[in-house]
């Protein structure tokens, strides 16, 4: 039985290596957690697993493996009582942010279940009288020495240090082509939608409402005009076989809701003098744009990667992006084009007013549709 939890602890520890960016990622969530600690705890937990296992089947120290397997499931899962206890939701009260707290929390009774099951399979090695013999696999071969041991720690460490950079930089390159199709498809749709519209880019909410109230699936919606950038989903649903969580919406691991992380600029909705601070007046100015008043383009965004602002460490290095000629690429943070610095102004324009302070690259051009985004492709 010890031999079974420490297998299931030496594949826990392997599988963490193998993925350290996302087990690190999914260690963010834990609000209470030391700054700088992070990537201490990160890296000790696979490595304290794999350590402990390998001690275990080297049968160099079987009592000392025991000891270490357990007080490492001990002391990470009263981390994650801890967490459930005393976490709390981000304060910016993002819907992307707040998803995946609730899932860490969901995901942490998991965890303490299962090791409050490995620990009873190790307990009783760990437990053991000093000089009290370990149950051992029968017909087990000679013992590795505890240099030895060590000696093929080691190594796999350093083998694992070779490989994780690459397997982690081909999973990042996978993770940026998914965001990369689905803004080129959202891009089409779009495309689409103008020659329904006589070449109208999608302005769903009214200009000269408080709100606009959508239902999707019988759930009530209301959007100030501009929260249509990150929730185009809801009214746009007609052209994703009418469903208003669909797949395209979000990645593959995301919880579906009513938004979208793949950003619609609100220069589609509003005059260009709108976005230009010499001509801008006000809300008068609200209204839909045209296809043929778009000046550039491939260059013009039509869709921003909130996401790639999400997945990457500061600093902020770049974001996939979609172009009105329905082309997108990866756009490093030096080629764009500096927004309008006060986004939609001081008019009531969404459901939470600060965000139409907050500009942002591609979301609030300057010029509107007729100024780039990029200099140039």
Partial sequence: MISLGMMILLG??????????????????????????????????PIGEVAASGLWFSR????????LGLGLLLAFTLVYAGHLALGHAPECRCFGKLSAYANSRGAAWIVIARNAVLMLLIAPGALARKGAPVRRPAGAPAAFTLIETILVVAIVGLLLTLVLPSLSGARDAARRAGHL?????????????????????????????????????GEVVPLGYFDVDWRWTVPMAPYYDDNALHPSFFPPDDPAWYGTMYYYSCT???????????????????????GDEVLYPALKGLFFNMHDRAEVPPPFTGAGAA??????????AERFRPWYPNGEGPWRARIHPSMSLQGRWLIHTIDGVRGRDVASR
């Fill in 181 to 217: 199709s689905r803004l080129r498809q959202h891009a089409t749709v779009f495309t689409n939608y103008g020659m329904d519209w006589d070449d109208y880019f999608p302005a769903p909410t009214d200009p000269d409402a408080t709100y606009t109230v959508f239902y999707p699936n």
């Fill in 268 to 290: 589609f909705i509003a005059d260009p003098r709108f976005w230009n601070p010499k001509t801008r007046t006000g809300p008068e100015q609200w209204r839909g744009t045209r």
């Fill in 323 to 332: 172009f009105v000629d329905a082309s997108a690429e990866f756009v490093k």
């Fill in 60 to 67: 160099a120290a079987p009592r000392l493996a025991c000891r």
């Fill in 12 to 45: 826990a520890g392997v599988l963490k290596l193998l993925d350290l960016t996302e087990f690190a990622r999914s260690l963010s969530s834990w609000s209470y957690l030391p700054n700088g600690s992070l990537v201490i705890v990160a890296l000790a937990v």
